[in-house]
């Protein structure tokens, strides 16, 4: 499936199935994969995706501040309040990091 998934984004690069390939690659801590493909979604445009993408990124990485401080920000806009991808970041923030450091 992955290998399909590689020739459909090489043959029509969609932003939002980018980050979600991002997404993927960074759930199986292949961090530099998701680093890659996030800036390929992202110099297509950025999206709510792209957003989240690089926030789950930080994650992996064990960069909880920035994630912190993104949720501080949003905790401002009115329409963030109940979102669901929010509500899984905040709750990630107090989990041990799932994927191993890097050296």
């Known amino acids: 499936a992955r290998s399909e998934l590689q020739q459909t984004l090489?043959?029509?690069?969609?932003?939002?199935v980018l980050a979600?390939?991002?997404?993927?690659?960074?759930?199986?801590?292949?961090?530099?994969?998701?680093?890659?493909?996030?800036a390929d979604a992202r110099a297509l445009g950025e999206s709510r995706e792209t957003l989240f993408a690089a926030e789950e990124l930080h994650l992996r990485r064990g960069e909880v501040g920035a994630v912190a401080a993104f949720l501080q920000a949003s905790a401002?806009?009115?329409?963030?309040?109940?979102?669901?991808?929010?509500?899984a970041l905040r709750s990630a923030l107090d989990q041990p990091n799932p994927c191993p450091p890097s050296e």
């Open 76 to 87: 401002g806009v009115p329409e963030a309040a109940g979102d669901p991808w929010l509500g």
């Open 10 to 16: 090489r043959r029509a690069p969609v932003p939002s």
């Open 20 to 38: 979600h390939a991002a997404l993927a690659s960074a759930m199986a801590c292949a961090l530099d994969d998701a680093e890659a493909r996030l």
